[in-house]
């Protein structure tokens, strides 16, 4: 490699530069690796609500929630009321 000007044509210096480079792609690729997934461990899922999980409301919880569909239900013209 006669095009690379003074120095940089010696094959040390090249192969030096060369694992440095790799060595610093490695290292960036560990690093952001580790931090995933430290950050994954670190925050737990939310816990989601399933359909099949049922709860028993009190006849004052079933008449607040009917309520709240009722004003929520579609009225005339597809508009929510």
Known sequence: MSSLP?????PRVITLVGLLA??????VA??????ARR???A???ERVWHPHETVSLTPAEEDAFGQVVSRLSVG???RLR
Do not use: N, Y
Request: net charge positive.
């Open 6 to 10: 003074g120095q940089f044509s010696d």
């Open 22 to 27: 790799v060595s610093t792609a490695a290292w």
């Open 30 to 35: 560990l690093s952001l690796r580790s931090r």
């Open 39 to 41: 950050a994954r461990a």
């Open 76 to 78: 005339s013209a597809g």
């Open 43 to 45: 925050a737990p899922l």
